[in-house]
């Protein structure tokens, strides 16, 4: 995988966070009704801690994609790439966990996060075969 892939895969995981950060204002607005009617099966704390671990899921995807593109593109970051790579493994390994902990236990659930771990390990693979451009030492 070269700069090519992991423009692709940083694509994906741009288009991903921006689905996300809009899912999240969605829910938002729309639990905030819910809560004000008193339909909505959880206490007020979980609902802002739920969703805002849902948006600092979002922005670590954005931040990822935005920094990916940018190693691919111009070469710079990688290490910045890395450690973001890092974050979101472990963000989602770690929102992964707490789901299947809770009982959500689905097919769809279950494949949405193991593709999830597998798009951010495709990223980090890529992120380690981009060589950064280094200019060449001038004497």
Avoid: H
Avoid at 31 to 55: H, P, R, T, V
Avoid at 64 to 69: H, K
Avoid at 88 to 105: E, H, K, P, T, Y
Wanted: proline fraction near 1%; aromatic fraction near 4%; glycine fraction near 12%.
């Amino acid at each position: 995988m070269g700069r090519k892939g992991l423009k692709t895969v940083s694509i994906v995981i741009l288009v991903i966070g921006v689905f996300c950060l809009l899912v999240c204002i969605a829910v938002g607005w729309g639990g905030e009704q819910l809560l004000e009617e008193k339909n909505l099966a959880m206490s007020l704390s979980d609902f802002i801690g739920s969703l805002a671990l849902s948006l600092l899921g979002a922005g670590l995807a954005l931040a990822t994609g935005i920094l990916g593109l940018r190693l691919a593109v111009q070469g710079k970051g990688a290490c910045a790439c890395k450690v973001m790579g890092v974050l979101l493994l472990v963000f989602q390994a770690a929102s992964s966990v707490i789901n299947l902990l809770g009982g959500d236990r689905s097919a769809e659930s279950v494949l949405s996060m193991i593709l999830c771990v597998l798009l951010t390990m495709l990223y980090l693979i890529g992120v380690f075969c981009v060589k950064a451009d280094v200019p060449a030492l001038r004497k």
